[in-house]
C-alpha cells in the first residue's frame, strides 16, 4: 500500500485531473494483495490492467506494451 491512501484513492485523482485536461492515462495496477479471477475483472473497469508482484521483468513489458497498444486504439 501507499503511506496516506490506497491505489484507488490516487487513481481517483488522478482520473480528475484527466478531466480536467479532457485525456485519460492508462493506468496499470502492481499489487502483492492477488488480484486474481473475479477481484481482477471488477478492477478492469478501474485499471487497463494488473499484475500480481512479484512478476518478471518480461511480463511487465508485456502488459506495458500490450496495454499501450489499445489504448493507442482509441
Known amino acids: 500500500g501507499l503511506p496516506d491512501r490506497d ?6 485523482d488522478i ?4 478531466a480536467m485536461r479532457d485525456r485519460s492515462v492508462p493506468v496499470i ?5 492477488g488480484w486474481t479471477g473475479q477481484h481482477a475483472r471488477k478492477r478492469g473497469s478501474v485499471f487497463q490492467a494488473h499484475l500480481d508482484k512479484p512478476f518478471k521483468p518480461d511480463q511487465l513489458l ?3 506494451a500490450s ?8
Open 7 to 12: 491505489g484507488l484513492q490516487l487513481l481517483q
Open 15 to 18: 482520473r480528475s485531473l484527466d
Open 29 to 33: 495496477a502492481m499489487t502483492a494483495f
Open 62 to 64: 508485456s502488459v506495458v
Open 67 to 74: 496495454t499501450l497498444t489499445r489504448f493507442a486504439d482509441r
